[in-house]
């Protein structure tokens, strides 16, 4: 089992700039939610995707956008980069496909994102 | 108010110490709990979950709810110096809804 995974590991972009981040969920499960890690803060809530929908959705501007494909794999874009957006990118994923337990979240091992 | 406050730390503390950590918080309706482990510059790793109130053991680890207190905690027996890390309480009003952290305890076992 693969678990989570992400990529690119690292990205630098520009201001203005727009950039995408790939996830792959662990086998079994069917729901992605991406969240911003800033340093030395928690991890924030940006969306969450199942059955290729947006079903839920944090305090983040329109500029983040999301994609959920049908093999549950997912796709967060940023559009028109801020200095502010430099942050370590989280996908985790849940779900009960083949058994498992819906609350249980597991995290990849995230995308750094610097915005120069 | 944050929905989730846990003191920042850092904690430090001897090889084999008993370790506390704990999170307050304050929607009733929480009652999924998460504490996951993070190694720098890496993904959050899950340690324990539990379901409403009660207890929870594994191995080290001992997670407790109350949530008459809205107060959760992790307890670390017999700390290893690889218990070094930044530990991060989750919380989830229900299974398909987001996860709310906090801002995570660092935690340093001295050898």
């Known amino acids: 089992d693969a678990g989570v995974t992400q990529s690119p590991t690292h990205l630098i972009k520009t201001r203005g700039q727009q950039v995408t981040l790939r996830c792959s969920p662990k086998?079994?499960?069917?729901?992605v939610s991406w969240y911003q890690q800033a340093l030395g803060q928690g991890p924030q809530f940006i969306f969450q995707y199942y059955e290729e929908e947006e079903r839920q959705r944090g305090n983040f501007p329109d500029r983040f956008s999301g994609h959920q494909f049908p093999n549950y794999s997912s796709e967060l874009n940023v559009n028109a980069l801020l200095l502010g957006d430099s942050a370590l990118y989280l996908c985790?994923?849940?779900?009960?496909?083949?058994?498992?337990?819906?609350?249980?979240?597991?995290f990849g091992p995230g995308t750094r994102l610097t915005v120069t | 108010q944050k929905e989730v406050e846990q003191d920042p730390g850092p904690l430090s503390v001897p090889e084999g110490a008993i370790v506390s950590l704990n999170c307050t918080y304050s929607n009733s309706a929480f009652q999924y709990f998460m504490w996951y482990r993070q190694y720098s510059r890496k993904g959050p790793e899950l340690l324990m979950y539990t379901y409403s109130s009660g207890n929870k053991e594994d191995g080290r680890f001992t997670a407790q709810v109350d949530k008459s207190s809205k107060y959760i905690s992790l307890f670390i027996r017999d700390s290893q110096p690889s218990d070094s890390a930044t530990y991060l309480c989750?919380?989830?009003?229900?299974?398909?809804?987001?996860?709310?952290f906090g801002t995570g305890t660092s935690l340093t076992v001295i050898p």
């Open positions: 086998s079994g499960h069917d729901t």
């Open positions: 989750a919380m989830s009003p229900n299974t398909g809804n987001q996860f709310y």
């Open positions: 985790a994923s849940s779900g009960e496909l083949q058994g498992a337990t819906s609350y249980e979240q597991y």
